[in-house]
C-alpha cells in the first residue's frame, strides 16, 4: 500500500512539472494587445488609411472592425460615412445575392453600400489571420463594380500566414506569428474557432 501511494504521488509530481512546463510556454506564445497598442494602431490606421489615402467612406466587415471605426471617428475626429456588413458563422443565415461567404463567415452587404462604386473605400477589420476575408471580400466587391484601386484594407494585426500568402491588408500595425493573440475585449477568432 505504502509503495502504491509513492507511485502515484511520484507520478502526480513529473505530471504537474511536465504541464506547468507546457502551460508556461503556451503563456509565452501567447501575444496580449493593451488599449495603448490598439490605440497606436488606430494612429497608424488614421495616418495611413486615412491622411494619406483619403477614402471617401469606411466599411468594416467585424465587431472589432466596428470598434476601429468607432475609436478612428472618437479620437481622431474621422467623420466618414461607415457601414456594416453584418458576419455570420457559414450556414446561419440565408444566402442572398448581397452575400459573400469566406472559409468562416457569411458576410452580408447592404444594397445602399453597393449603391456607390466610384468612391475609395477604407475596409476595416480587426486583424487578418488568412486572409481569406480579405481576398473573398475584394474578389466580391470588384464583381459588383467596384474599382480594385478603390478598395484598401486597414486592420490592426496580420499573421505571417495572410502575409506570406499575398493576403494581407494594405496597412497593419502588427505582424504575429499566428492566431495566438487577444485584443483587450477577447481573443482573436482564427479558423475553426
Not at 89 to 103: A, E, I, R, W, Y
Amino acid at each position: 500500500m505504502d509503495i502504491l501511494g509513492l507511485v502515484i504521488g511520484v507520478a502526480g509530481i513529473i505530471a504537474s512539472v511536465f504541464f506547468g512546463v507546457k502551460a508556461k510556454k503556451l503563456e509565452e506564445r501567447i501575444r496580449r494587445f493593451t488599449w495603448q497598442d490598439v490605440e497606436n494602431a488606430v494612429e497608424y490606421i488614421y495616418q495611413k488609411g486615412i491622411s494619406e489615402y483619403k477614402p471617401d467612406r469606411i466599411l468594416t466587415v467585424s465587431a472589432p472592425g466596428c470598434t476601429i471605426a468607432s475609436l478612428l471617428m472618437a479620437k481622431k475626429g474621422v467623420y466618414l460615412p461607415l457601414h456594416v456588413a453584418i458576419p455570420n458563422k457559414n450556414g446561419t443565415v440565408p444566402k442572398t445575392k448581397l452575400t459573400v461567404s469566406t472559409t468562416k463567415w457569411d458576410i452580408a452587404f447592404s444594397s445602399e453600400f453597393l449603391k456607390n462604386k466610384n468612391e475609395k473605400i477604407l475596409i476595416v477589420d480587426g486583424a487578418s489571420l488568412t486572409g481569406d476575408t480579405i481576398k473573398e471580400v475584394t474578389e466580391y466587391l470588384i464583381g459588383k463594380g467596384f474599382d480594385s484601386d478603390n478598395l484598401r484594407w486597414a486592420t490592426l494585426l496580420a499573421t505571417e500566414l495572410s502575409i506570406d500568402a499575398g493576403k494581407a491588408p494594405n496597412w497593419f500595425r502588427y505582424r504575429v506569428p499566428d492566431s495566438s493573440v487577444y485584443l483587450p475585449w477577447g481573443k482573436v477568432l482564427g479558423p475553426g474557432l
